[in-house]
């Protein structure tokens, strides 16, 4: 009997043994596959309970406004057309410059040195003067004003004669004319109260108590010459002016050349 039970048994065991590998290969449901992560569903949003969006009004884009068109020239007493020529912006600044520079007013002061051989000694004569005026333009070329003069004068004599300290004090007017560029001629007539050594009908020096005898009489003295204009500024400038005067000999307060620096300002519009 054990023998018939024994073949039995291996025959079951061998028809349950390929069902259990079945079994444990067959694909178990709601599993991922190997080496994935398994997605999980949101659940579904509950649009119920939710406030409906309210649309905001946006307004459309302003269209581009259309520009204006460049201004046309206007014409002007410079330029009737109303059209800039080349150049003109410039000749409209220098005249600009020359109007600021040329002023109806200005002051005209300096001073001015001059020496000479004494015309009746062995000796000199040297002048020193300064000369404040105010001057007037007529034009851009032509200028006149009044002005006053102070000048101190030292003659000396030689042959060990003491030498003279004089001053002079006056009145003049003065013109000038602009011929070309910074180029100009200027003329001047001055009258002084003038201190000068006396002399006798010889035109000999009066000595008393070893001193040359000085008295007072009234000069004139006519100027003329040329000069040179330094511009320094709109308001400024530098002059040096080579005169003559016409007015020599025992009557003459300035010797010849009279060379005087002088320094102009404009005043006013």
Not at 113 to 132: A, K, Q, T, V
Not at 153 to 168: A, D, I
Not at 237 to 253: K, M, T, W
Request: proline share 9%; hydrophobic share 40%.
């Amino acid at each position: 009997m054990n023998r018939l039970l024994f073949p039995f048994l291996l025959g079951a065991v061998a028809l349950l043994a390929p069902g259990r590998s079945f079994a444990q290969n067959k694909p178990v449901l709601n599993t991922a596959p190997p080496g994935t992560t398994p997605v999980r569903r949101a659940p579904a949003a509950d649009t119920a309970n939710v406030a409906p969006t309210i649309p905001v009004y946006t307004p459309a884009p302003a269209a581009p406004q259309p520009t204006a068109p460049a201004a046309l020239p206007q014409p002007s007493q410079d330029s009737p057309s109303g059209l800039e020529l080349p150049g003109r912006e410039q000749e409209r600044k220098a005249a600009q410059q020359h109007a600021e520079q040329y002023t109806k007013l200005f002051i005209y002061s300096g001073f001015g040195l001059g020496y000479s051989s004494n015309y009746y000694s062995d000796g000199g004569i040297f002048n020193f003067s300064i000369s404040p005026a105010i001057g007037y333009r007529l034009s851009d070329r032509l200028a006149v004003g009044p002005g006053l003069s102070y000048a101190y004068v030292n003659y000396s004599f030689g042959k060990g004669v003491p030498s003279l300290n004089l001053n002079n004090i006056g009145v003049k007017v003065f013109g000038q004319f602009r011929v070309i560029d910074q180029f100009f001629v200027h003329a001047e007539y001055e009258v002084t109260k003038a201190e000068l050594p006396l002399v006798d009908q010889y035109n000999n020096y009066i000595i008393i108590n070893n001193q040359i005898a000085t008295g007072t009489r009234q000069v004139q003295s006519p100027l003329a010459g040329v000069g040179y204009r330094s511009q320094i500024s709109n308001r400024a400038a530098a002059d040096i002016v080579l005169l003559y005067n016409f007015q020599g000999g025992y009557n003459s307060i300035y010797s010849n050349p009279v060379i005087r620096f002088n320094f102009l300002f404009n005043i006013g519009r």
